[in-house]
């Protein structure tokens, strides 16, 4: 279906939509990035400059290969100059209605085989794909940021969609060098969904002033590997992107407990605190500000690491047991996508998942919340003492 001389597409030239295209056009394709807005269009351009040069200083690749990749990458503001692509791959404004017109307009301008994808965080593939008259070559594939470097891809089939066009979007990804895994189309797709809890969890032991967050970003690394704590991740992220994926993936979830958004994160958001990247978040980075020390407890810390872990590892095995990804995909996806220092369910076996069902047990008994529900899968698997490998 796809082969080195398939154009690729790109709507949007904002942070995922340069990096995608700069992918495509690395991996050796004719990559054309189209936005509406001519100044975001330029910026891209100068951005990839910038981002060429850096590769080439740092001796990734020659200066030759810089300019080839270069020259494979047009810009424009004209949406027709895509009726020659094989792929079109979205990265426009999440917003639902705007992302349907758009798929609308492609499907018009584009040959037939040509197919549709969407690099939605949190909209419903299937939903964007009923804009179009043939659904079946609609899909999403979800790159994470920055494109660029991050290898994980998830690719996600709506209901539509042709098996066939799912695997060919899949082998070409893979052909780009990077890792992809296969998501059911449900809120949050793998990552979004599974890494819920990292950030909710901690903001529950928080908000409960069980620990402050210095203490719980100390633990989490400290105890279980991981390479930044909640809260410090989440004013990277920034809250205007993080609160927000909280807040769609729990409303998408019929308002399930376990994906209950912290106020305390919203305030943040209403207070313009979207962290790092406006001086102030959870902690204080303007100049002449310290951070604040952890406690370092080791019976807290290491509560804090169980708690979290088990609601981590309770959210993946649920995504299993729904049949949303493979435990394989799973693994790959929190490693690749967001760098966990282990696979959840890889880390649930060496734990032993009658450990996991009882600190799971514990906190439902103590807080008689729905939120701390053990998921069945694990409670069968301790019933036959299986494990996931
Ligand atoms: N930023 C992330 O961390 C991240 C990660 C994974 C997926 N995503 C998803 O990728 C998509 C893009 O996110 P982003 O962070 O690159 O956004 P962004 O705001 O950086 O860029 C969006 C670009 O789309 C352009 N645009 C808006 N409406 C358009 C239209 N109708 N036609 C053509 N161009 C249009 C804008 O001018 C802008 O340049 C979203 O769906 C988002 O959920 C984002």
């Known amino acids: 279906m796809f082969t080195k001389d398939t154009i690729i597409g790109v709507v949007g030239s904002g942070a995922m939509g340069s990096g995608i295209a700069q992918v495509a056009a690395t991996a050796g394709h004719s990559t054309i990035i189209y936005d509406t807005n001519s100044t975001a269009l330029e910026k891209a351009k100068n951005n990839l400059t910038v ?37 079109i791959i979205e990265a426009i404004i999440e917003n639902i209605e705007v992302k349907k017109t758009v798929f609308k307009e492609l499907e018009s301008i584009t ?24 659904p079946e070559k609609v899909l999403g594939i979800h790159f994470f940021n920055p494109a660029t470097i991050m290898p994980l891809v998830e690719i996600i089939p709506g209901i539509a969609t042709e098996n066939d066009i799912t695997l060919a979007c899949q082998t070409l990804i893979n052909s780009w060098g990077k890792t992809t895994v296969l998501a059911k189309d449900t809120p949050g797709f793998i990552v979004n969904r599974v890494a819920r809890p990292f950030y909710s969890e901690a903001l529950r032991i928080y908000d409960e002033q069980i620990a402050d967050m210095a203490t719980i970003d100390w633990a989490l690394k400290e105890y279980g590997g991981f390479k930044m704590g909640p809260f410090e991740l989440m004013d990277l992220i920034g809250h205007d992107v993080n609160y927000v994926v909280t807040e769609t993936v729990w409303t998408q979830f019929y308002y399930d407990p376990r994906f209950k958004p912290s106020l305390t994160q919203k305030r943040l958001l209403e207070a313009n605190f979207l962290g790092k990247k406006t001086g102030r978040g959870f902690y204080d980075y303007r100049e002449g500000k310290t951070m604040p020390e952890p406690k370092k407890d080791e019976v807290l810390g290491k509560y804090i690491l169980n708690r979290v872990l088990s609601m981590l590892i309770n959210e993946a095995a649920d995504t299993k047991y729904l049949g949303i990804a493979s435990a394989e995909d799973i693994d790959l996806a929190m490693t690749k996508g967001v760098n966990y220092p282990k696979g959840l369910l890889k880390w649930a076996d060496e734990i032993g998942l009658a450990t996991i069902q009882a600190t799971l047990n514990q906190l439902y008994q103590d807080y008689q919340e729905d939120r701390y529900r053990c998921c069945v899968l694990i409670n069968q698997m301790v019933k036959q003492a299986k494990r996931f490998y």
Do not use: P, Y
């Open 51 to 87: 981002s060429l040069n850096k590769l080439v200083e740092k001796q990734k690749i020659t200066a030759e290969k810089a300019q080839s990749i270069q020259q494979r990458i047009n810009f424009t503001n004209q949406i027709h100059d895509f009726k020659s692509c094989g792929l």
């Open 111 to 134: 040959k037939s085989t040509c197919v549709l994808a969407s690099n939605t965080s949190s909209l419903s593939i299937t939903s964007i794909a009923a804009a179009c008259q043939n």
